[in-house]
């Protein structure tokens, strides 16, 4: 079985996939004249806003909820993996994706904001929904429905339920297959409450957890001070190829860097794009910016600064894949993962840094599985659209929560090679869609430019821009011309 997977996560993540994603990155940053720089203030700004009803969410809980998919496991666990094969340069192109990856970001999230819907008492929407009305292409908006369905339903979650497994199993001793029925249990609680419940658990949860882990960080790299000179030059030499070390490994490098940087921040899969459809905003641009801040936070914070830690304290293995030796052994026998993070954050805190990451991997991989769920149910809301069969519903929540558990008793060389498989498939469909959907995206913004240089809060009408088939903002803008 794992060979299988193995062979196809080598087809799907080739360098085609690799340079696709770079390519879309730096397209969407050249034709919105840099929006993740020039709206960085914008975006902080929009964080504050408290917009929320009792059909839609807050823009700061959508941006919770998508970074509770983005800050995960990938950025604890994924980055060791990176080095791991990549070599420090890795770290070098993980940054460069996520700054350009910013641009598709904002781009497929003012996407799903355009084209939302409104099924029962809350919010839908997400890139079927956008291919659909935007592109009108029924047909291909199902199959993307389909893969996202089978994406999160199935083969992703087990990532983060094997890492939460493991890292209990490292830091307490507790048997994988204990955490992975605690871990059911709970999450069965949430996802039987409604995007509701999801959205108030992630506020709450991500915010703290992440400054908490980045704060044990800065601890670590202020008490390694010293180095942080030679290991900006070990990563820049890593990834252009002058490095003694690992200057064979430049393609590898590249490679795992965006593939990683990718898993992590999402920007372009489609992710994020269902959480921002549920959130209440005046236009659909602002989400669109929020969103893309939320890839700062995740892979040139986050995933950052745990790759210079990792370096910086030393406690990583590279051994490239298909080679017999590795090329450097610091840890011998400590397998690529959350056991580098736990390694590095114990040269300063000792146990108690293993005992930390435990934690933090289970609150960060936690309410990545709450937004998991929410994605492959919003998917099959789209494939049911009518409702008529509810029993679906009940299904999927059965499957996933036993998904989880068999995760946590899997190896996670299985699991990560799914995750990839679904992460992969989801990429070159949804990054070809919002190529193609360009034109309506880079009117709302010209839309929202125009609307702040007036002095205006931007308000979304889409007859004004130009767009057509956004049904739900009519609707909106003819009710609020009646009151």
């Excluded at 983005?70 to 770290?91: H, K, L, Y």
């Excluded at 190529?435 to 240089?453: E, T």
Aim: hydrophobic share 50%; with cysteine; net charge neutral.
């Amino acid at each position: 079985m794992e060979k299988i997977v193995s062979t196809l996560v080598d087809y799907i993540w080739g360098n085609g996939l690799v340079y696709l994603a770079l390519a879309v990155g730096l397209y969407f940053t050249v034709i919105t004249r840099g929006v993740q720089f020039r709206y960085l203030p914008e975006m902080i700004r929009l964080l504050n806003e408290k917009q929320e009803s009792g059909a839609g969410i807050s823009s700061f809980q959508a941006f919770c909820m998508s970074l509770s998919g983005r800050i995960g496991v990938g950025n604890i666990a994924g980055v060791a993996t990176a080095i791991a094969a990549g070599g420090p340069g890795s770290v070098f192109w993980m940054i460069v994706m996520a700054l350009l990856g910013g641009a598709s970001a904002f781009v497929e999230s003012t996407l799903a904001q355009i084209y939302k819907t409104k099924v029962g008492t809350e919010y839908r929407g997400g890139s079927p929904y956008y291919i659909e009305r935007g592109l009108k292409m029924k047909a291909f908006a199902v199959l993307v429905a389909v893969v996202i369905f089978l994406s999160y339903g199935v083969l992703v979650p087990g990532i983060q339920a094997n890492t939460i497994a493991t890292s209990f199993e490292n830091a307490f001793a507790l048997p994988a297959w204990s955490t992975g029925a605690a871990v059911s249990m709970i999450l069965a609680f949430l996802i039987f409450g409604g995007t509701k419940r999801i959205a108030r658990a992630a506020d709450r949860i991500i915010p703290l957890m992440a400054l908490g882990y980045v704060g044990l960080m800065l601890i670590v790299l202020i008490n390694h001070a010293s180095k942080i000179p030679e290991t900006l030059s070990l990563i820049i030499g890593s990834a252009f190829g002058t490095d003694a070390v690992f200057g064979g490994i430049v393609g590898s490098a590249i490679s795992w860097g965006v593939r990683r940087a990718v898993f992590s921040n999402v920007a372009g899969a489609g992710e994020a794009t269902f959480s921002s459809a549920a959130a209440e905003v005046s236009h659909p641009v602002k989400q669109g910016l929020v969103q893309g801040f939320s890839v700062y936070i995740d892979t040139v914070i986050v995933c950052t600064s745990t790759a210079i830690m990792i370096l910086i304290t030393g406690m990583y293995n590279v051994h490239p894949v298909g080679m017999k030796t590795p090329l450097v052994e610091n840890i011998p026998g400590v397998e690529a993962g959350s056991a580098y993070t736990q390694a590095a954050l114990g040269t300063v805190f000792g146990n108690f840094g293993g005992a930390f990451v435990a934690v933090g991997i289970f609150f960060f991989a936690f309410t990545c599985l709450l937004a998991y769920y929410y994605i492959a149910e919003t998917a099959l809301l789209y494939l049911d659209q009518k409702l008529k069969y509810p029993i679906l519903s009940m299904i999927l929540r059965l499957v996933f929560l036993a998904v989880v558990f068999t995760g946590s008793v899997q190896s996670a060389s299985l699991m990560w090679g799914l995750g990839d498989i679904g992460f992969g498939s989801m990429c070159y469909l949804n990054l070809i869609a919002i190529v193609f959907l360009s034109k309506p995206a880079l009117r709302a913004l010209h839309d929202y430019d125009r609307q702040k240089k007036a002095g205006l809060d931007p308000a979304f009408d889409p007859r004004v821009a130009g767009i057509e088939n956004a049904e739900f903002w009519i609707e909106h803008m003819q009710q609020h011309d009646r009151r």
